[in-house]
Structure formats: C-alpha cells, structure tokens
C-alpha cells in the first residue's frame, strides 16, 4: 500500500473475475461453475447470467478523512474491531461520506455525468439494468431521533461512535461548501463564478437578513479558509495553500524598481499586536441550536489580543474547536508581509496563490494577496504554513442535558390524614403528585366556583406514588402483622427496608386509600424488590396514628399508596374551609393555569387532624342497676 504496487488478481484458469468478489459485472455475465477440490465442474450452475438485477443491500462509509480507503471498518473504541480506514488520521470528514455514496450510485446512474461507461449494461433477457436503482440500501439510518441520538450520551452508550461512523442521522441534512457557495450566488443572480474546487460539509448556515452576496460569503470564507479571486474572467473559490507552490522566484527573478531598494521588503508583525486566543461564536447542533463559543488560545506569549468572529452556521464543538485552532495558527502563520516586484511575464500569477521567493539563502513560502500593475507586477504576500489547514481532531465538550420535554398531567392524590407531626396545624390537608418526567414543581389552585383560582400550594418533589397488587385484609392494631404481605407497583423512587428501631420512630409510612376514599396508615419493615418498580412489603404495622377505622374491611387491589415523606404537601386551610367541596386544579409548576395539562377535580377536606383518637381498654362494671363505662383517652400530641 505504501508503493502503491497493483497485483493482478488471476486464477491461472482465464477466470480472475471469480475472486474479484467487487466484480459484479463478470458475475453477472458469465456462467458460473463449481470448483470442488479446485477442479471446475463442467456443468454450470443453475444461474442464467443477466437474468436478473442486483440489490445492494448494505453501502456505507464512515465519516472519517480517507473512509472510502476501507468503508467496511467501524469505529468504536469499546470494540476488538475498532479501526480506522487505512491511512486515515482520525478526522471527521462528512464530505468524505457524502462523496462515497454519491461516486458509488452516480457509477451506475446511466443518467449522472458520473456514470462509468458500460458499468450497468442492459439485460439482452428481460432488458432491465444489472443493478436496480431502486434497491441500493444505504447502512445506516438509525431509528432514535436525532438529536437524542448521539448527544444524549447518558441514554444512548453508543453516541461517542457517531462523530466517526457510517450514520446519516444529523448528516444527510447539511450541504457540500462549493454547493451552498454556488447556491448563495444563484440566489443573486450571479453566474460567472467558480466553486468546484471548495471541499467541506456545512451543516446548516442561516442568511437572516438582506446584505450582499460578498457578507453572505465572508463568515464561510473565514470558517473554511477560502479566497475568492478574479481569475480568467470569473470569480475563483480557492483554499488557501490547497493548490501547492504555484512557482518558485530566486532573487534574479525579481525586478529593481529603483536603484538601491531592496529587492524583497519583510515586515513582521510583533507578538503583542497578534491574537492570544479566537473565539468563534456559533450556533450549536448539539444544544438545541442555541449560541456557543468555542475558544483556541496560545499558552504561551506576551499578547493578551483576541480575535473575536460571528459565524451564522450550524456547527458541533468538535468542528468549532478545529476552525478556531485553525483560525488562531493561521493568524500567526501569516504574521510576516512581504512586498517585491515582477515582470510582466510573470502575468498568470494572481492573489491566492502560493509562491516561494528564495532571498539572502532563505527560501520564504508567501500567499499573494495583492497584485498591482505598474509597468512592473508590484506583488504584496503575507507568510504561509499549508499544514496550519490539516484539520486537526478537536475533543468536542459532552453537552448539556436537554430537560425534558413533559407530555401529559400530573397524577395527583389529596389525602386527608390525621395528626402525624407535631407543629402542623390540625386544620390542613395535604396532596402529593407524580409525573414522569417530573416537570420541576406541581402548582395546585382553588376555588369555590369553576373560576378565580388562587395558588394554595406548590409540590417541589414527586411523591413515591403507586398502586397496590394484591387484597390486603385487616389486621391488628398495636403490634407488628407478620402474616400479611402486599406487593405495591411505584411510579418512580424505590421503597427501602429498616430495622424495628428506625421503623417505630417514624420511619418507612405509608398510606394506603381503602373502597370509601379514608386513608389506613401503615408503616413496614421489610421491603424487597420482586418486578420491575414492585415491592413486597411485610412487617407491618396496621391502623397507625389512629387510623385504624379504615381497615374495618379488606381493601382490594389497585388501591392507591403513597409514602409519607417530605414530598408530601401541606394545604393550609381554615377551620372555615373544612367539608366545604372545593375546586382544585393543578398542572406542572413551570406552565400557565390553562394550559392543556392543567386538570380539574372537586375535594372536600374533612380536617381529620382535628378529630380525637378512638379511645381504648374499655371496661364495664355492673353495680345494682348501673353501668359503669371507663377507657384510656389516647392524646394526638406528645402522648
């Protein structure tokens, strides 16, 4: 590969084409016969050549600088198979890609300038084309929506592959550079121009308001590095460097305009009149196409200067990053001006091209950037260093998370409970939600009538909120119920066991809504992950903080469970607002009170804060006619 030494493939036999696997063409014309132990058969296989057309099924190159040198490899750095193509630096290169699938099918288009003459001949049979057209299947379109996929790298573990592989997610939509040029000309009407030699791949590029045809082209001409020069009558688009030395002058070759100049006048500029850093400010692909600066800097010098560009062009930060290196070397490169003189026979020189002028022993490579005619060719040239436009690979920055985006309402439970905390007001109620994703709050309005809706509450957190799966009978009171068991099902958060000690100071409650809508209490100790999001609880405690009344009979699956954490709200009430039926409408925090998500629902808080808990020990005693009745008064506070 190094020499570039070309080996015929032969198998001694006047048949090469049989291992040339790429030769569809002989494949296609000729008979095929079987080989068994390297003997050919003398009865052909069953095909009938030019029967039929070939499919493509799987075409593809990476975008990666030299991909089409072998676009079979797949770049993935958690992979044994990882490899670039050979001689590849490891540069993205969507051009690349784009030039491979256009060669490959224009090849075989008969009706494309690229076609390869007699490459997709006619069936004599049944006067189809060798390959159809219609069944070149390119590898590969990826169903996640991009831009999810790649930039979500927290979801998708293959994201950091895409920069370099075979995708045309987030591709297929950008444009070559000499036809987004040759676009913008034609929109103004202008046709006497040359674009044909600009290489690279613009994403997306943005013209938001009218301005000539020359300020569309400059932010592409810095980003890309192009000039634009009168040449043979038209406008020429060139890459600086791109083209080589064009000629080499040694001093003999330079014209004395006057007696005693110097033939070759340098200038260089002082470091601290050239830029430290460059910063490119950009519209980022990768963030919602928000504004984005990427930044190249010198870490060493005396300059504290910096170059500072716009550019209305759609780029990630990994091809931002690489423009302003570019930007910044170029700069420096370019620090020395040159100015001598020509003959007239030197007339094809023009600005943009490469010259070498060779003085006092020292061979100097300048850009020519400036041509004046004044019987001599007065010629200005800044320094040059062609590698400073080798592209280098530049880490991009792992993007923010997008927030994301909340479909739907809110699930929202009002729980009337009685007295859990000391301090809390005994008049308040108090509501929980959940929504996945969790849209950052959950504002809950009311109102006696079906309008003028004030704010009562706002949820910060999302509630541990589920369902259960299973009967759950009542039990006993006082004492831990090691019989029952109930699986519970949980939107989000996760459900943990504790010891007796954590669980009777508080830990691990929970309500559970029965048939009537009154909310049982119940604390466990054991919680143990059975199904996805499905908990089995057991140990538990039953009728807690005097809410025993509500297991007066076994509540059937699907009841409503939510844990009593801090995600829990308080809605403060007055003793005037209890049992009376209010109108409560809620919907995440960060949107209006009527938007979409927002959901209406009547609820009467009943204030059980307030009520005493059932008394308990209750004795009677018969003394003649009498009955004496006695109990324990249980306390709600401090008891």
């Known amino acids: 590969r190094d020499a570039q030494i070309r080996t015929p493939i032969t198998d001694g036999a006047g048949k090469p084409w049989i291992y040339r696997y790429k030769d569809i063409k002989s494949w296609w014309t000729n008979q095929h016969f079987n080989r068994p132990l390297g003997v050919e ?93 219609d069944h070149i299947h390119v590898y590969c379109w990826d169903a996640r929506p991009y831009p999810a996929f790649p930039y979500e790298t927290e979801i998708w573990g293959d994201g950091v592959n895409w920069a370099f592989g075979h995708w045309l ?47 569309a082209l400059q932010p592409l001409e810095l980003a890309y590095f192009f000039d634009s020069v009168e040449s ?25 305009t006057r007696a005693g100049d ?77 100015a001598f003189a020509l003959p007239p026979s030197s007339l094809a020189l023009e ?38 436009y080798d592209r280098v690979a530049v880490p991009g920055r792992t993007p923010t998370p997008r927030p994301p985006i909340q479909i739907g309402s809110p699930s929202i439970a009002f729980l009337d409970l009685p007295l859990i905390a000391a301090g809390t007001s005994p008049e ?72 007796i000690v954590t669980m009777l100071g508080g830990a691990n409650t929970a309500a559970i809504r029965n048939v009537s809508g009154v909310w049982e209490i119940i604390q466990y100790l054991n919680a143990v ?3 996805v999001q499905t908990y089995q609880l057991s140990g538990l405690l039953r009728g807690q903080f005097g809410s025993e009344g509500a297991m007066q009979e076994t509540v059937a699956a699907g009841a409503s469970f939510v844990v009593l954490n801090n995600a829990v709200t308080r809605v403060p009430l007055e003793f005037a607002d209890l049992n009376l039926p209010y109108n409560w409408r809620y919907g995440p925090g960060n949107r209006n009170i009527g ?5 209406t629902t009547s609820y009467a808080f009943k204030g059980l804060g307030l009520r005493p808990f059932s008394p308990v020990r209750v004795k009677a005693l018969r003394n003649g006619g009498d009955l004496s009745v006695s109990w324990l008064r249980r306390t709600r506070i401090g008891g």
Request: hydrophobic residues 40%; proline residues 6%.
């Open 41 to 133: 058969s003398g009865t052909a296989t069953a095909w009938v050549p030019q029967s039929k057309p070939f499919w493509f099924m799987e075409i593809g190159c990476p975008a990666v600088d030299k991909g089409a040198n072998q676009p079979n490899v797949f770049v993935d750095p958690k992979s044994f198979e990882n490899a670039l193509p050979y001689y590849s630096r490891g540069v993205r290169d969507d051009l690349m890609q784009r030039r491979f699938l256009q060669a490959f099918r224009d090849a075989f288009d008969w009706t494309k300038p690229g076609y390869v003459t007699g490459l997709n001949p006619v069936s004599t049979i049944n006067s189809q084309r060798m390959v159809d057209l």
């Open 169 to 215: 997610n987030g591709r297929l939509s950008g444009a070559p550079l000499d036809e987004i040029v040759s676009r913008i000309l034609s929109d103004y009407g202008f046709a006497d121009y040359v674009a044909k030699k600009l290489t690279g791949m613009v994403p997306g590029y943005v013209i938001d308001r009218v301005m000539s045809a020359r300020d």
């Open 232 to 256: 043979d009558g038209k406008i020429a688009f060139r890459h600086r460097g791109a083209d080589g030395t064009a000629v080499a002058y040694a001093s003999d070759d330079l014209v004395e």
């Open 262 to 338: 110097p033939l070759i006048t340098l200038t260089r500029g002082q470091e601290t009149e050239l830029p430290a850093s460059a910063k490119l400010r950009f519209i980022s692909a990768e963030d919602d196409y928000q504004q984005a600066v990427a930044e190249a800097r010198r870490l060493t010098g005396a300059s504290g200067r910096v170059a500072q560009a716009d550019l209305p062009i759609v780029l990630d930060d990994a091809l931002a990053g690489a423009m302003a290196e570019t930007w910044l070397f170029e700069t420096w490169a370019a620090r020395e001006r040159a």
């Open 351 to 388: 600005p943009g091209d490469v010259v070498s002028v060779t003085s006092g022993g020292r061979a100097r490579t300048l850009r020519v950037t400036d041509v004046a005619e004044h019987g001599v060719r007065e010629i200005e040239a800044r320094s040059i260093d062609a590698e400073v």
């Open 428 to 499: 308040s109620g108090f509501v929980a939600a959940v929504q996945v994703p969790w849209p950052g709050s959950v504002a809950v309005y009311s109102s006696p009538q079906t309008s003028g809706y004030q704010l009562k509450t706002l949820i910060s957190a999302p509630a541990t909120m589920g369902v259960t799966l299973d009967a759950l009978p009542p039990g006993p009171e006082g004492r831990i119920d090691w019989n029952a068991k109930v699986r519970v099902k949980v939107a989000q958060g996760t459900l943990a066991s504790a010891d």
């Open 529 to 531: 992950l059975v199904d």
């Open 595 to 599: 938007d979409a998500s927002y959901q």
